[in-house]
C-alpha cells in the first residue's frame, strides 16, 4: 500500500512554507503479479518437440555370409556437395547420372527402380537402395535421403561408405 508521511514541524511565524511530502510506495503486490506472470507463460508455452528418426539398425552379431541381392534390384546414391546426388542402377558404375533431392529428381528416380523391380520380379518392396554420402555431403543432405526412403516406402535401404571406384567415376563427372 502506498504510505504519505507528514513531518510534524512548527512552522515559523510570518514564513510560509510549501508542504513536501514524501511517498513511500510498497511494491509487495507488484512482485507478486510479477511471479503469477511468469508462472503462466511457463506452464502455457510450448517447448519445442525434439525430432528424432527411428532407424533399424543391425545386429552386432558377425554373420558368416552376407545377403545377397540381385544387381538389377539395386540402385545406388552417392550424395555430393551442393546438393547433388549421383545414381547408376545396380552395379553400372560407368552410367553414372546426376540429380537433385526435389520430387522429380530423387523421388521419381526411386519410384522408376520400383516400377522396374515390380515388372521383372513382381514385387517392388526388393528394391534395395544403397545411400553413399561423401566427405562433401552434409548431414541435411542424408536426412533429406532418409526421409525420401520413408515418403516413396522403400523397406530395403543401407546407408554405407562410397568406395574408392565410386569416388573416382563421382570425380570423373564433376
Known amino acids: 500500500m502506498a504510505e504519505i508521511n507528514v513531518p510534524n514541524s512548527k512552522a515559523t511565524p510570518g514564513a510560509r512554507r510549501s508542504k513536501k511530502l514524501s511517498t513511500k510506495v510498497d511494491l509487495t503486490p507488484m512482485v507478486d503479479l510479477g511471479f ?6 511457463v506452464f502455457t508455452t510450448s517447448l ?8 533399424n539398425l543391425p545386429d552386432d552379431s558377425d554373420t558368416k555370409s552376407p545377403i545377397e541381392t540381385a544387381a538389377s534390384k539395386t540402385i545406388s546414391f552417392l550424395l555430393g556437395a551442393n546438393n547433388k546426388v549421383y545414381y547408376y542402377n545396380g552395379d553400372s558404375l560407368q552410367y553414372m547420372h546426376a540429380t537433385n533431392f526435389s520430387a522429380t529428381g530423387l523421388r521419381n528416380i526411386i519410384n522408376t527402380k520400383k516400377a522396374m523391380v515390380q515388372h521383372k520380379y513382381g514385387d517392388a518392396n526388393e528394391t534395395v537402395v544403397l545411400i553413399k554420402p561423401t566427405e562433401n555431403a ?10 525420401e526412403m520413408q515418403i516413396s516406402m ?3 535401404y543401407v546407408l554405407m561408405d562410397a568406395d574408392a571406384n565410386e569416388m573416382l567415376a563421382l570425380h570423373a563427372m564433376q
Open 36 to 41: 503469477l506472470l511468469i508462472t503462466f507463460f
Open 48 to 55: 519445442n518437440t525434439p525430432m528424432a528418426m527411428h532407424l
Open 138 to 147: 552434409s548431414y541435411a543432405n542424408i536426412i533429406d535421403a532418409l526421409d
Open 154 to 156: 522403400v523397406n530395403r
